[in-house]
């Protein structure tokens, strides 16, 4: 008896709302992006709390309950991957693809890399004017691995003093080291 009442209410509350709910799902979920309607959402949210809904529960709620069903709903759709968009639907006034040529375009300017030799060479005389304090930290943190909790145990010095002698490190390494000093112009082009 109580399950028949409940099915009445949620039936009426649906009915009576659903443009209401409908207006809500469409505030929330763009139909045309995920190729979803709106009511669709609706009638899918209404047909599986008819289906499932548990005898020995009683909503108590049926507004909240019918709202927060649609919205999970919702979020579901949005998790699922989106529509997708070939590059060939992009074209210009003449009926050109103009993302392709855009692209192909980017690609055709040279790129940099760094001098690995002159930089490890610079690196490590930027290392060397080091304190031997920061020189040990940064050292035993980003060449062998070292956790600051480990350096901490086996030289009985707080983290605090190790964070800050590897920060100050790393800053004079900022200041020594300019990255723009060592890139080289590829001259390979992708075609």
């Known amino acids: 008896?109580?399950?028949?009442?409940?099915?009445?209410?949620?039936?009426?509350?649906?009915?009576?709302?659903?443009?209401?709910?409908?207006?809500?799902?469409?505030?929330?979920?763009?139909?045309?992006?995920?190729?979803?309607?709106?009511?669709?959402?609706?009638?899918?949210?209404?047909?599986?709390?008819f289906?499932?809904?548990?005898?020995?529960?009683?909503?108590?709620?049926?507004?909240?309950?019918?709202?927060?069903?649609?919205?999970?709903?919702i979020t579901d759709f949005q998790r699922k991957s989106k529509k997708e968009v070939p590059f060939e639907n992009f074209v210009n006034d003449e009926g050109e693809e103009?993302?392709?040529e855009n692209i192909h375009e980017e690609f055709d300017i040279p790129f940099e890399t760094i001098d690995d030799e002159q930089f490890y060479k610079t690196f490590y005389e930027a290392l060397n004017q080091l304190s031997p304090n920061q020189q040990m930290v940064f050292v035993a943190t980003e060449i062998d691995g070292c956790t600051?909790?480990?350096?901490?145990?086996?030289?009985?010095?707080?983290?605090?003093?190790?964070?800050?002698?590897?920060?100050?490190?790393?800053?004079?390494l900022k200041e020594l080291i300019k990255l723009d000093d060592f890139y080289n112009e590829n001259e390979d082009k992708l075609i």
Do not use: C
């Not at 409908?22 to 709390?49: K, T, W």
């Not at 809904?53 to 108590?60: G, M, P, S, Y």
């Not at 350096?151 to 003093?161: F, H, K, Q, R, V």
């Open 1 to 49: 008896m109580k399950v028949e009442k409940e099915h009445k209410g949620l039936k009426s509350f649906v009915s009576s709302e659903y443009k209401n709910l409908v207006s809500y799902v469409r505030r929330y979920f763009n139909e045309n992006y995920y190729d979803v309607s709106a009511e669709d959402i609706v009638q899918d949210v209404a047909v599986n709390i």
């Open 148 to 172: 600051f909790d480990e350096l901490s145990d086996e030289l009985n010095i707080p983290i605090g003093t190790l964070l800050s002698w590897k920060h100050r490190g790393v800053k004079k």
């Open 51 to 73: 289906s499932k809904l548990d005898i020995d529960k009683q909503v108590e709620n049926i507004a909240g309950y019918v709202y927060r069903s649609i919205r999970n709903r």
């Open 98 to 100: 103009y993302i392709s």
